[in-house]
């Protein structure tokens, strides 16, 4: 005997037709990352694409026209990001709207650190909306990554509290690099050092993340 299993009108499961795509890794890293390294690039060869492309010099020096692609590539990632998986994750888009704000406003005014200062305004706004939702008894990264992985809530309080604090980190290491170092030093540490310390902390995680699991004790 059959087993009858309900369709959408157009004969389509509907979990499957209203699950939006999942996230491949390779794709979201390139979504993430590709904004960053245009920023690197775009900056390396400032001095010589205001040469090849004058108009360019309207916009300020080379960090000014690497602001200025960075906010393209970040508006070009939120709308694939859109396209292909049908939302916005929160923290890319809280990220995206401080870059284009700053960005707009350091075009604008042409001071460069509005540019400079993005950083420590994502994640000092970041570090403090997490550890201040514990000071309240949420714990908001549950609310961000509950779909990639199930935790107690043990295991979430204390992952958001690393998380808030790490934030708090990558703030005070961006004025520290910002404020002591070259336009050129500050650029290359936000591509090449920013996203592996993140990495390594990331990775760092893994073992509280497995010991507070809860796929493995359902399973149990």
Do not use: C
Request: hydrophobic share 50%; net charge neutral.
């Amino acid at each position: 005997m059959m087993m009858h299993q309900d369709k959408t009108p157009n004969g389509t499961d509907p979990v499957s037709a209203s699950a939006p795509p999942k996230e491949a890794p390779g794709t979201k890293l390139l979504l993430e990352l590709g904004p960053l390294l245009v920023f690197f690039f775009t900056n390396l060869r400032g001095a010589w694409l205001i040469e090849h492309f004058p108009a360019l010099g309207q916009l300020g020096g080379p960090l000014f026209v690497a602001s200025a692609a960075f906010m393209v590539a970040t508006l070009i990632s939120l709308t694939v990001s859109k396209m292909v998986y049908r939302h916005l994750p929160l923290m890319p888009l809280v990220s995206g709207a401080i870059v284009i704000v700053f960005g707009a406003l350091g075009l604008y005014l042409q001071n460069e650190v509005f540019f400079k200062m993005k950083g420590t305004i994502i994640n000092t706004l970041f570090g403090v909306a997490l550890l201040g939702g514990l000071l309240f008894g949420k714990s908001l990264l549950g609310h961000v990554f509950n779909s990639a992985f199930q935790l107690d809530d043990a295991g979430w309080k204390k992952l958001t509290f690393r998380w808030g604090v790490f934030f708090l980190f990558l703030a005070a290491l961006n004025e520290i690099v910002w404020r002591n170092f070259s336009d050129d030093t500050w650029v290359a540490f936000k591509v090449w050092g920013t996203m592996p310390i993140t990495v390594l902390f990331t990775l760092s995680q893994m073992p509280l993340i497995l010991r507070h699991s809860l796929e493995g004790k359902e399973d149990a």
